[in-house]
């Protein structure tokens, strides 16, 4: 994008927005977020970003930042929910970085946000604008905010989540309610005193519920998802309070470790879990969508963050090697990209929905037995191994990575 700028508005300042604002910047666009939050804070609770994640953030050398505040996964332990003994435990730690060439972090969300923000200029995100409204023009997008306001742009990405506003000049759907709710919680180090000498993803599967939890912020927080079935099929989202009540209704009868990390925290919160059927576009010639916005996916294989992150380097890439004055071309190259890998991201997640919660019987047994026999990382390689690089260079179906890619870019942020 050297010979004229071409104007890019990003709806979102999530991690997608975030990293696709910063590719774009680096490489000469004209680009700016719209953010409907008024400031940010201390949002969110724990990411798991694995090896396919990793790899796009250190190649915006943030190799450091992550270091500071993320915790490397040693391992991803499974046990069963009410006496806790042993499904699977799949070593991570070195072999991670071996094997894929970047480890497996565990983060707070702000601090990925911190992260991602002090590699921004100023100026660039505008706090406070939420989208209220695309409309597309053969020759611009006016992008409706909403303070009221209204801006041109050659191209808007929709990077606004599973509830996005963009999505609707792609695709006309909604969100699809899954029947489970997830309470996220926050609780001091204290409480899981293992995780100093074997910091580690627990994950605990019972019928019609799973709990995962991992240390956080240098080891000093640990973050816990509670899923359960929705009973009252209540969707919506609730901080009231009572959430801490409701779990420890929720999980009478679990191991005791669970409940105690369960209901330690302060504060917890309720989110409905929604995902959306896989659009048959991602794109039009000047929307496009990515990472949640694009293709929402339930929770099961932990990729929300990481196939944002692939979606940002892949899209980033495109429009640069295509240049301003061949925006289409690039984002309907991206589409064509990134949807095989995320259609089989959102199958296998989906199938994680029913398979995780299984009642106790024959199933689960099965279910138990075949986890446990893959105590490696080697089943993970179609996930951890893809690589955008090779995707960008090969196509879509043979981007596991193999060896060692060169840089996004040049400049270290």
């Known amino acids: ?41 201390a949002v969110g609770a724990g990411i798991q970003l694995s090896p396919n994640g990793v790899r796009v953030l250190y190649r915006l050398g943030l190799a450091d930042a992550l270091a500071e505040t993320g915790v490397r996964a040693g391992a991803i332990e499974t046990r069963r929910w009410n006496d806790g003994s042993p499904i699977a435990r799949v070593e991570h730690g070195a072999d991670c970085d071996e094997l894929f060439g970047a480890p497996y972090y565990l983060i707070h969300r ?23 409204g695309v409309v597309e023009r053969p020759d611009e997008v006016e992008l409706h905010l909403t303070d009221g306001s ?62 995962t939890y991992y240390p956080v912020v240098g080891g000093d927080t640990v973050h816990f998802s509670a899923v359960c079935a929705t009973a009252d099929g209540r969707p919506e989202s609730s ?23 369960v209901t330690a925290a302060e504060s917890v919160t309720r989110w409905g879990l929604f995902d959306r059927d896989l659009a ?18 339930l929770p099961y294989l932990s990729q929300g963050a990481n196939q944002a992150l692939e979606d940002a380097v892949v899209l980033a890439r495109c429009l640069r090697e295509a240049g301003p004055g061949d925006l289409t071309p690039a984002v309907h190259r991206y589409e ?43 089943h993970l390689d179609w996930l951890y191994g893809y690589d955008t690089e090779f995707a960008l260079t090969t196509g879509p179906e043979t981007a596991s990575r193999r060896e060692p890619t060169a840089p996004i870019f040049s400049h270290r942020l």
């Open 110 to 132: 702000a601090d990925l946000q911190h992260c991602l923000l002090s590699a921004l200029p100023e100026g660039i995100v505008e706090l406070g604008k939420g989208c209220a």
């Open 280 to 297: 048959a576009r991602y794109t039009t010639d000047r929307v496009v969508l990515l990472g949640d916005a694009a293709h929402p996916t």
């Open 336 to 378: 064509r990209l990134r949807r095989p890998r995320t259609a089989e991201v959102h199958r296998r997640a989906r199938e994680l929905a029913r398979t995780f919660h299984l009642p106790d019987g024959a199933h689960q047994v099965a279910r138990d037995r075949g986890m446990g026999a893959s105590q490696s990382l080697q």
């Open 150 to 211: 209204v801006t041109g742009a050659d191209l808007v990405i929709g990077a606004d989540g599973v509830h996005s506003v963009v999505r609707k000049a792609v695709v006309d759907d909604e969100p699809r309610f899954s029947g489970y709710s997830v309470h996220r919680g926050l609780v001091p180090a204290d409480v899981m005193p293992s995780f100093k000498d074997d910091p580690r993803v627990m994950f605990w599967l019972g019928p019609k519920r799973h709990v």
């Open 1 to 41: 994008m050297t010979k004229a700028k071409a104007r890019i508005a990003i709806v979102g300042g999530g991690i997608a927005g975030l990293v696709t604002a910063t590719l774009l910047h680096a490489h000469g666009a004209d680009v700016r977020i719209f953010e409907q939050s008024q400031q940010f804070g």
């Open 239 to 261: 901080s009231s309070g009572r959430e801490t009540e409701d779990l420890d209704a929720a999980f009478a009868g679990w191991h005791e470790e669970v409940r105690q990390v």
